[in-house]
């Protein structure tokens, strides 16, 4: 009864959600200046309101005019008061629970959750679930458990009176009563701070659940997946050991690159709901099938965009939901309520279509590679090794991209990929290496451009990584779990030498140029 009526519940709400974000769609410029202004009135008797002049707020540009951007860094002054006891500082009153990140632009975050940013996330949640039930029928979903792959839900005091822990663990321990018996792994299990005794403790359980939906970043789920078939010991897919399930929500990285050996660990592809959800605010989700990422209008956040080429800059321009273009790339900022105000996230989107914004994450700000003038972003390397695999039948566990320096030997310099593979390119390995020059020079015309007889840059060079040396990199460095990430693309070579240590080999010699 229980199921029957929780599944009504969601069958209920499907259509009502829909209506909501096609209205939302149609009032979006409205909507975004209320959410601002409410967001302002609300905090004008904080330290943040009296110094920005909140109460003298009446428009989007009085308030732009009044606060500038800032990233983690230039808003830690009013977090660490917080954090220390103070009231009234950023938000009203006091946040108690905080949230740890494994930062990939600052190094590691510690930021307020709010009662009001908590049900702003919680809703993203319940959103992301509805979509679920309507891709996988919400009786079938509910039907048997749902693993949600996330964080430690053990929270640590630090502070004045503060609780610090993972945002997916708050989540999970505030899920309300009708899914509380649903969820996988279980308060026990998602307690144990140790990852690898956690993810251990997860593939035994699940290996004997009938899972109707899984929820995490695709390269740790991939980790389960590796654990479960141990377990297995059959080599069958593990499709077969879950047969009724549907549905992955997954978020944190692109799937593009592990669209294929995921399948194949399954033995079927599953309907997929793609989320964008910062420990900052949860941003937007994928409403439909295809065509990018829904921007979420309705969840107490105003949104900016900063053109990509204005970064730095004196006074770079920041655009609202009713001024932004479509294929160009936008740093994102957010004002929520948790105190942030115009906070630079880090990621760079680009708008893929409009009524209703639908987004495309492409990158991060400080994620890219320019060390010869070629300016590649994330998107551009995840395409062209998406592209690569697929004229090459390889299939990729894990990658990073990195610059590979000029030396007294060679005075050109070229990038390396250092690559895990599932399954290695068929056929020479030189081929599998030229699609990705070939496909880069199709994608970056600076790329092409420094490529062009072999002038400005040489052709790039493919590392072959034994199996389990990203995972022992993040191991060696405390960031396994759900939270952390490697970048795809860097400007340096600190974590590809990391990398080439842990498995043993060289790392590059030459250090990088000094800055001119």
């Given at each position: 009864m229980i199921t029957r009526g929780a599944a009504a519940v969601l069958d209920w709400m499907v259509p009502r959600r829909r209506q909501a974000w096609e209205d939302a769609s149609r009032r979006a410029i409205a909507i975004q200046e209320r959410t601002l202004l409410d967001l302002v009135g609300h905090a004008r008797r904080t330290v943040v309101g009296r110094d920005h002049g909140f109460d003298d707020i009446r428009t989007v540009a009085d308030y732009q005019r009044r606060v500038p951007l800032r990233d983690y860094i230039e808003t830690k002054r009013w977090l660490d008061r917080t954090f220390a006891g103070e009231p009234d500082v950023a938000w009203p009153g006091r946040a108690r629970f905080w949230v740890k990140t494994s930062g990939t632009t600052a190094g590691d975050k510690v930021l307020p959750v709010t009662a009001e940013a908590f049900a702003s996330h919680r809703r993203g949640g319940w959103d992301a679930l509805l979509l679920a039930a309507e891709r996988a029928g919400a009786r079938e979903l509910?039907?048997?458990?749902?693993?949600?792959?996330?964080?430690?839900?053990?929270?640590?005091?630090?502070?004045?009176?503060?609780?610090?822990?993972?945002?997916?663990?708050?989540?999970?321990?505030?899920?309300?009563?009708?899914?509380?018996?649903?969820?996988?792994?279980?308060?026990d299990i998602s307690a144990i701070p140790d990852w690898e005794t956690r993810i251990e403790a997860v593939a035994a359980l699940v290996a004997g659940q009938d899972l109707r939906l899984l929820s995490g970043m695709p390269s740790w789920m991939l980790i389960l997946f590796e654990r479960v078939a141990r377990l297995n010991g059959s080599g069958r897919a593990l499709g077969e050991r879950w047969p009724n399930l549907k549905v992955f929500i997954h978020g944190g990285v692109s799937f593009g690159p592990y669209r294929d050996v995921f399948d194949e660990r399954l033995g079927r592809p599953l309907e997929r709901v793609e989320v964008y959800p910062a420990s900052e605010?949860?941003?937007?989700?994928?409403?439909?099938?295809?065509?990018?990422?829904?921007?979420?209008?309705?969840?107490?956040?105003?949104?900016?965009?900063?053109?990509?080429?204005?970064?730095?800059?004196?006074?770079?321009?920041?655009?609202?939901?009713?001024?932004?273009?479509?294929?160009?790339?936008?740093?994102v900022a957010l004002t929520t309520p948790a105190g942030l105000w115009s906070y630079l996230l880090g990621d760079l989107v680009r708008f893929t279509a409009r009524d209703p914004l639908r987004l495309e994450i492409i990158g991060r700000t400080r994620h890219f590679v320019?060390?010869?003038?070629?300016?590649?972003?994330?998107?551009?390397?995840?395409?062209?090794?998406?592209?690569?695999?697929?004229?090459?039948?390889?299939?990729?566990?894990?990658?990073?991209?990195?610059?590979?320096?000029?030396?007294?030997?060679?005075?050109?310099?070229?990038?390396?990929?250092?690559?895990?593979?599932?399954?290695?390119?068929?056929?020479?390995?030189?081929?599998?290496?030229?699609?990705?020059?070939?496909?880069?020079?199709?994608?970056?015309t600076d790329y092409r451009i420094k490529r062009a007889g072999d002038i400005g840059m040489l052709p790039p060079r493919v590392v072959t990584l034994p199996v389990g040396t990203f995972y022992a990199w993040m191991r060696s460095r405390g960031k396994l779990g759900n939270q952390n990430k490697v970048p795809r693309v860097t400007n340096d070579r600190a974590i590809a030498d990391g990398l080439l240590r842990m498995a043993g080999l060289a790392p590059e010699a030459a250090p990088a140029p000094a800055p001119a």
């Open positions: 509910l039907g048997g458990p749902l693993l949600f792959l996330g964080g430690c839900t053990r929270l640590q005091a630090m502070g004045d009176g503060c609780h610090v822990g993972d945002l997916s663990g708050l989540v999970m321990r505030r899920l309300p009563p009708g899914l509380r018996g649903r969820y996988s792994p279980g308060p605010g949860f941003v937007a989700l994928q409403t439909e099938r295809g065509g990018g990422l829904t921007l979420m209008l309705d969840y107490g956040i105003f949104y900016e965009f900063v053109p990509f080429e204005d970064l730095g800059t004196a006074a770079p321009r920041r655009l609202t939901v009713a001024d932004v273009e479509l294929d160009r790339p936008y740093a320019n060390a010869f003038g070629e300016n590649v972003i994330v998107e551009e390397v995840e395409r062209t090794l998406i592209e690569a695999c697929r004229r090459t039948g390889a299939q990729v566990r894990e990658f990073t991209v990195a610059p590979c320096y000029a030396s007294a030997t060679e005075t050109r310099g070229r990038h390396d990929w250092l690559i895990e593979f599932a399954e290695p390119p068929r056929g020479l390995d030189e081929r599998f290496t030229r699609m990705l020059d070939e496909t880069l020079q199709q994608l970056n």
